[in-house]
């Protein structure tokens, strides 16, 4: 893996400590994909939201309802590394479904970094979702090392909301329809002490998330595939007004494929 920007006089492909040659450690990546400062004092954000995603170079962000299949190893291991940094990661209920989702697992290599963070083991997942329409007897509700979070509407259906609950998640109110509102959601996450937030879409959420403007970045690897087709592209729904401005914050590459991280300008 190399780093193209910010522009070094060395762009052949080297870890971060300059020698040539050889995989960057997980902790190296960890410190390239590190969350900003985040504590209440004046300028410094209190939460933070990124998103990460993959598309490849015609705009599909998935091939046959999956990412994996336009992903690489690199791209995996930078996957697992926020993952390991988040305090919560966020997905959409079709994404769940589609991409098989279960609990967070354990990463002992990460175990030091995230008790220095003072956070838990594993960071939660938290399911957006307006129906409930999940099955609760999979691992991802019933055998998590946090409980799973639902993220849903106040007029979702009792009988749904009592089927997660016995099955040992936990439901929180973010939105007074049947809907989630992206912004509400963000600060019933930050009460329950979660300000690392990540979300991996899909592209419908990240819209939304998008169109409410309370994304901070977007972590976007783009494949070096074409695969033509109807597939979505990374973010779907609702247009904006005025088109959100992001500025460039590093960019990696590692076979072809582009590892790019930008933050609201």
Excluded at 181 to 195: C, I, S
Excluded at 220 to 238: E, H, K, N, W, Y
Aim: hydrophobic share 45%; with cysteine.
């Amino acid at each position: 893996m190399r780093r193209l920007f910010p522009v070094t006089d060395q762009t052949a492909p080297r870890n971060p400590e300059g020698e040539a040659g050889g995989d960057w450690s997980l902790a190296e990546l960890a410190a390239a994909y590190a969350y900003p400062e985040l504590g209440p004092g004046p300028g410094t954000p209190q939460v933070w939201l990124r998103a990460n995603m993959v598309s490849t170079l015609d705009g599909a962000a998935q091939h046959e309802g999956r990412s994996q299949p336009i992903s690489t190893a690199a791209d995996m291991r930078i996957f697992g590394t926020l993952r390991a940094l988040a305090d919560v990661v966020i997905a959409g209920a079709e994404t769940v479904r589609q991409e098989g989702y279960r609990p967070a697992r354990v990463r002992d290599e990460f175990a030091a970094l995230r008790e220095a963070a003072g956070q838990g083991p594993v960071p939660a997942i938290a399911v957006v979702t307006a129906s409930l329409d999940l099955d609760f007897s999979l691992p991802l509700y019933t055998s998590p090392l946090v409980p799973t979070l639902i993220l849903t509407g106040a007029a979702a259906a009792p009988d749904r909301i009592a089927a997660a609950e016995k099955a040992g998640a936990r439901v929180v109110t973010a939105g007074d329809g049947v809907g989630v509102d992206p912004a509400r959601a963000v600060r019933a996450l930050a009460e329950l002490g979660h300000t690392r937030l990540l979300t991996e879409g899909g592209p419908r959420l990240l819209g939304q998330l998008v169109a409410a403007r309370v994304l901070d970045e977007l972590c976007l690897t783009v494949s070096p595939m074409l695969t033509a087709g109807d597939a979505q592209r990374i973010a779907g729904g609702p247009s904006v007004a005025v088109p959100a401005r992001f500025a460039l914050d590093s960019l990696l590459e590692e076979d072809g494929f582009l590892f790019s991280r930008y933050r609201r300008a």
